[in-house]
Structures are given as C-alpha cells and as structure tokens.
C-alpha cells in the first residue's frame, strides 16, 4: 500500500507564490520518477515538473524560470515551490510517483487558485 498525502494548495492573487508538498508512506520502494501534474477544468492533466529516474529534472515549457521542483529523499517527500503565479495556473495539482517501471500512484489533489 502506497499513500501520497499533497498539502500546500490555495487561494493567490497574480504574481503571488504557494509552496506545495506532498509526502509519501507504504511500500516504497524502487522509486523511477517522482513529480506533479495538473489539471484545468475542461483540460487534459498535463505533467507539470518532474525528477527522472536519473535525478535530472523535468519542467512544463509553460511553467520553467517560475516553479521549482526539490525533495527530500530521507522524508520521501517531493515539493513544488510556484512563484509568479499566473490565473492559467489554475487547476488541481496531483502528486505522482512511479515504482519500477509501470507502477503509478497519485495523492488526492490540492486546488490552487490564482485570481487577476
């Protein structure tokens, strides 16, 4: 059993920052890839920033120079730090890991906001 429990969502004005964090329990084991996706309303989720199973990162086109992707690799925790914060920005943000090769596990979701 795998848990991603996500925290850090909200509501921002433009140009504003939110830090989100997501913690991960169980079986963890075997870690490929560790990151965060989103999903607009009538959108697609999309995959916003990501560490590879080579430890190099990932980031969206739409999102490089204003969000930051770290960990903690003693905590299996993953943040995503958001400066800059844009109204497209809007959407639900799922945290995602990936054991072995084909194994997904997502966390629940957290809303961020951002209002002009």
């Known amino acids: 059993q795998v848990r991603l429990v996500e925290s850090g969502g909200g509501l921002v004005q433009a140009g504003g920052s939110l830090r989100l964090s997501c913690a991960a329990s169980?079986?963890?084991?075997?870690?490929?890839?560790m990151g965060w996706y989103r999903q607009a309303p009538g959108k697609q989720r999309e995959l916003v920033a990501t560490?590879?199973?080579?430890?190099?990162?990932n980031y969206a086109d739409s999102v490089k120079g204003r969000f930051t992707i770290s960990r903690d690799i003693a905590k299996n925790t993953v943040y995503l730090q958001m400066n800059s914060l844009k109204p497209e920005d809007t959407a639900v943000y799922y945290c995602n890991i990936r054991l072995g090769y084909v194994n997904d596990y997502w966390g629940q979701g957290t809303q961020v906001t951002v209002s002009s």
């Open positions: 169980g079986s963890i084991f075997s870690i490929n890839t």
């Open positions: 560490f590879t199973s080579g430890g190099s990162t």
